[in-house]
């Protein structure tokens, strides 16, 4: 890549080689998915100096006070995933949140006139909510994974059993979401409500699952954010994989999840085993 800017930010760097990654997995059809990841303050300064705003964005919420000022990299909205590699500048911005919270400063890319992706609502109040929980929070990522989407088309959507049902596909499921996986009813997105309502999720777990669409995660870095999503993305696969076809015959059992996640030092949701 011979962009200066990409080349001095490892976060950057990282989300394009992430974003990669989703679409060569199959999760991102088109323009499906969107990731925004808040760029520490050392960071933004090595990286871009004075950080000189090359135009604004009128958002359309009022951003919480305590993500006004903050730096997010972020894709655009009616963007492909597949072609970020090859344009980054076009396809994904810099951006800071105004002091009053109005406004998107951008700083960098979203060239010929690009703007953030239209889930806007749901990264900026899960960065927002995540945030007053871990003080270390940095990245939503919603995607579309096949096997999650699958599963919601045949699973009840109740949040216990889902999140059992995926616990017991893998020994170590629980281990990486003991906190398990919240869901949402199905509706309209890219909506202020949705967007409220994933939100509200993420005060409790880390990932949150829209039915019929996709998934959205919350972690403190790149690297975690796709781990929770691919791991619950495999549990999922072997969910679908091993029932309606077979009868099974062996199963992690509550016990056994327990026992996991004492030996690891987690602690799964309360009431969800017996
Ligand atoms: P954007 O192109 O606006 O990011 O929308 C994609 C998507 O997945 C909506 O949920
Ligand atoms: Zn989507």
């Known amino acids: 890549m011979k962009d200066s800017i990409i080349n001095k930010s490892e976060t950057i760097k990282k989300f394009i ?29 090595r990286v ?30 009616t963007k492909y995933f597949r ?27 979203f060239e010929n006139n690009g703007t953030f992706t239209s889930e806007i609502y749901a990264h900026l109040l899960c960065h927002s909510t995540r945030l007053k929980i871990d003080p270390n929070h940095h990245v ?18 109740d949040e216990k059993s889902l999140t059992v049902d995926l ?22 997105c890219g909506t202020q409500k949705i967007g409220e309502e994933t939100a509200e999720k993420m005060k409790k777990t880390r990932c949150v699952i829209w039915p019929l669409h996709g998934i959205y995660g919350c972690e403190n870095n790149l690297d975690d954010a796709f781990g929770l999503i691919e ?19 062996n199963d992690i059992t509550d016990q056994g999840i327990k026992d996991v996640a004492k030996r690891f030092n987690v602690t799964p949701v309360k009431g969800y085993l017996k």
């Open 83 to 109: 072609n970020v590699k090859n344009d980054p500048k076009t396809n994904i911005g810099v951006m800071r949140i105004s002091q009053d919270g109005t406004k998107a400063e951008v700083i960098w890319g």
């Open 231 to 249: 791991t619950i993305e495999k549990s999922a696969q072997i969910f679908l994989l091993t029932h309606n076809h077979l009868e099974i015959i």
């Open 48 to 77: 871009f100096g004075k950080a000189k705003t090359k135009r604004t964005i009128p958002l359309p919420l009022i951003a919480n006070e305590n993500i006004r000022g903050l730096v997010f990299v972020i894709t655009g909205t």
């Open 17 to 45: 080689e992430i974003i990669d990654n989703m679409y060569r997995l199959g999760w991102d059809e088109k323009n499906g998915g969107n990731i925004s990841v808040l760029m520490d303050e050392e960071e933004v300064k």
């Open 140 to 157: 939503v990522m919603h995607t579309h994974p096949l096997y999650i989407l699958a599963l919601t088309h045949v699973h009840e959507l």
């Open 167 to 188: 616990w017991r596909t893998m020994t170590e499921s629980v281990i990486v979401y003991p906190d398990g996986v919240g869901l949402i009813p199905w509706q309209v």
